[in-house]
């Protein structure tokens, strides 16, 4: 059974601090992806990382794929309230689509 | 469509009713993916289609559900006898490919309570 560990599942910080959220499994994806759900929606896609060792940058979002392709990070610089919401990182099972999702982060940013 | 579309958004059945729900994918898009969302946070795989063909059913339950992908007709799933632990919502999500990089696009979502 494939699983993939994210933490922290909540974090509460003050407006202007950084974050770091981190998913790690002993399974190798295809790629891992980011999103971001709001109440009562579907999961939007933030990023896709696909080679080891990747680094994209979403303006303050900074992602991180592992060189062996089994763990990702999350990195916020600056944290604002609009930031605020469920984070969840996914798997992508080679060759099938599927995806295998993190337990999310509740993230809280107070102004 | 340029979007998921999921229907209903809420759905009530009292236990052992029948519960049915409808995902259109997004045209163009060869597979359709079902998850299960429970206690908030915890998606589960249930399972996936390409075209009208099962393409891996290793989350679907044993007993009770079943989906389809029909041409021409929204994808659905199917809750035959519901029991309270299946509520839930359910997201059903499309893509053009299986392979890694390709974007799964998420609909909105159904709200199944079992009451």
């Known amino acids: 059974t494939q699983l993939l560990e994210q933490s922290p599942q909540f974090l509460s910080i003050q407006e202007g601090e950084n974050l770091t959220v981190y998913c790690n499994s002993s399974?190798?994806?295809?790629?891992l992806q980011w999103y971001r759900q709001e109440p009562g929606e579907g999961p939007v896609l933030l990023v896709t990382?696909?080679?080891?060792?990747e680094v994209k940058k979403l303006k303050r979002l900074t992602f991180q794929f592992g060189d062996a392709r089994k763990d990702s990070s999350l990195h916020i610089t600056a944290a604002q309230p609009g930031d605020t919401g469920l984070y969840l990182c996914?798997?992508?099972?080679?060759?099938?689509?599927?995806?295998?999702f993190g337990q999310g982060t509740t993230l809280q940013v107070k102004p | 469509g340029e979007e998921v579309a999921q229907t209903p958004k809420h759905l009530v059945r009292g236990e052992g009713q029948k519960a049915k729900l409808y995902c259109a994918p997004i045209?163009?898009?060869?597979?359709v993916f079902w998850y299960q969302q429970v206690l908030k946070n915890e998606f589960k795989f249930l399972i996936s289609?390409?075209?009208?063909?099962?393409?891996?059913e290793t989350g679907m339950p044993k007993e009770r559900f079943s989906a389809k992908c029909l041409p021409n007709s929204p994808c659905s799933l199917e809750i035959q006898a519901t029991k309270l632990e299946d509520s839930a919502v359910y997201f059903c999500?499309?893509?053009?490919?299986?392979?890694?990089?390709?974007?799964?696009?998420f609909g909105q979502g159904t709200r199944l309570t079992v009451v």
């Open positions: 999500a499309s893509s053009q490919s299986e392979q890694g990089g390709t974007e799964a696009f």
């Open positions: 399974s190798v994806f295809s790629s």
């Open positions: 990382v696909v080679t080891g060792g």
């Open positions: 996914a798997g992508v099972i080679p060759n099938t689509g599927k995806l295998i």
């Open positions: 045209k163009g898009h060869s597979y």
């Open positions: 289609f390409q075209n009208e063909n099962v393409f891996d």
